[in-house]
């Protein structure tokens, strides 16, 4: 399945113009506990919302969905870590970070070790 879904990456990467889709933006402000649970849920939702894409085997899914899926989740993530760096005083936001930071680190290295980076894979018109 990583092996399929690897080669379904590199695809896409070679068939595909670039745009200037960045994944920065403005920063977040301080919030309270509720907001942030609010935001880590919404946020969690999106992840979850890929699972059935890029987690089961399916024949069915194509390359480009597996793409948006991906990046969709590597979205959330970086969401994730961003909003808990400006409220790591908040209940969760440590482990939330922590989280998230392994998810982007794994991804970053698998990335790159195809010759990419998250943010130019991600930037890709789909």
């Known amino acids: 399945m990583i092996y399929r879904f690897t080669l379904t990456l590199c695809s896409i990467v070679l068939s595909s113009g670039l745009s200037t889709q960045s994944f920065a933006e403005p920063s977040t402000q301080k919030l309270i506990q509720e907001q942030y649970d609010q935001r880590i849920q919404t946020y969690t939702d999106q992840v979850n919302a890929t699972k059935h894409i890029l987690d089961e085997a399916h024949s069915t899914i194509t390359a480009i969905e597996q793409h948006q ?6 979205d959330a ?28 680190d794994r ?6 070790q ?4 998250l943010e130019r894979f991600c930037s890709i018109k789909k």
């Open 114 to 117: 195809s010759g990419m980076t």
């Open 107 to 112: 991804q970053k290295q698998s990335i790159e």
């Open 69 to 74: 899926a991906f990046c969709s989740r590597l």
């Open 77 to 104: 993530y970086q969401a994730i870590a961003r909003i808990s760096i400006e409220n790591l005083e908040l209940n969760t936001a440590n482990m939330m970070l922590m989280i998230a930071n392994n998810f982007l």
